[in-house]
């Protein structure tokens, strides 16, 4: 009897031990973008490291932001677009990232990185990906003569088109097509670009960042302000979906990998961005995503007929007219000021 009650007593042990081996120290949570990291490399991550990756997704940066400041915590890696990750790191959001743990930093472009680390070094935001806006179309509906942000002006496409739920993105697209700058400050200029808005608001169906690319490939919608990444998986299925970035330029967004305060699993956060800073690792999944990396590495890996798509890597000309959004600091409330005028109209 004694003999088997030890047994029990063990039996019971070893299973409290190896529930509390398995949970949180292996697990790594993300929040991402949708359809921003090839699954497969998910599944070979897990497998090298012997863990769980668990996601969330969002779709705005203000979503994901006013999340976050609402105290919802947890995540150990999260991927903010420029203007936000500027935010977040004045803001004291952001853990320091040790530079030893990114052996693949050097695979950077030389732009993106300082030009020497000193020993001890910290980074706080890992350059990862970049997107450019555009507009998605459907050529087997509609002749595009005029490859401007004007579009939304159409008539004929009233109640067929899509611009993106992302007030920084819209109005910075309004902004462009009267000739301000995206990052303008100046209150006059942002409201005529509300105006503009609000003309181009009685021909949209709606405004949408998750289901355009679904609209678009079934032809519920006929034109969709878009991301290049996001619109190219669809004309990779789908031959009779354009893409254009406008003629008065493109908003440009550069996500960073970040580690918040609080991460549950920050060196496990560190093992995983150095993963994703590998020439193949990124490579493939540019090739997924079909946004462009700031990986040296990875670029020389691509296939030639992507090295040179102009959706995927506009020409100069283009990025000459296109901007990077900035974070503005007490300017933003213009913005949001803005954005509640278009949205309640």
């Known amino acids: 009897m004694r003999k ?177 700058s995206a990052n303008s400050t100046n209150r006059e200029e942002i409201n005529q670009a509300v105006d503009q808005l609000l003309v181009w608001k009685k021909n949209l169906a709606k405004f949408e960042s998750e289901q355009n690319k679904h609209g678009i490939a079934s032809a519920e919608y006929i034109v969709s302000q878009g991301y290049n990444g996001d619109m190219l998986q669809v004309m990779r299925e789908n031959s009779h979906v354009g893409f254009f970035i406008p003629q008065e330029g493109s908003i440009i967004s550069l996500d960073y990998a970040v580690v918040p305060q609080h991460a549950p699993n920050p060196s496990l956060a560190h093992a995983f961005i150095n993963f994703l800073l590998e020439g193949a690792v990124a490579a493939e999944n540019m090739q997924f995503t079909c946004f462009p990396s700031p990986n040296q590495a990875a670029y020389a890996l691509l296939p030639k007929e992507l090295q040179e798509n102009p959706s995927l890597f506009p020409p100069q000309a283009i990025l000459d007219k296109s901007e990077v959004l900035r974070y503005l600091g007490k300017d933003g409330e213009l913005y949001n000021q803005a954005w509640d005028k278009v949205k309640k109209s």
């Open 4 to 180: 088997w009650l030890f047994f029990i007593i063990a039996f019971v042990y070893l299973a409290i031990l190896v529930t509390t081996c398995s949970t949180p120290e292996n697990e790594l949570h993300l929040y991402i973008w949708a359809d921003y990291i090839k699954p497969e490399l998910i599944e070979k991550f897990e497998q090298e490291h012997n863990c769980r990756i668990v996601y969330d997704t969002f779709d705005s940066n203000e979503s994901m932001y006013a999340r976050l400041k609402l105290g919802v915590t947890g995540y150990d890696v999260i991927f903010p677009s420029g203007y936000t990750y500027e935010l977040m790191l004045q803001q004291k959001m952001l853990n320091p990232i040790p530079i030893s743990s990114l052996s693949y930093l050097k695979n950077l472009t030389p732009h993106y990185t300082p030009e020497k680390f000193e020993e001890g070094s910290v980074i706080y935001g890992v350059p990862f990906a970049m997107s450019y806006s555009g507009i998605a179309y459907r050529k087997d509906k509609i002749k595009v003569e005029d490859q401007s942000w004007g579009i939304f002006g159409r008539l004929d496409m009233r109640g067929r088109m899509t611009m993106l739920n992302d007030l920084r993105e819209t109005l910075g697209a309004a902004l462009k097509y009267l000739g301000f």
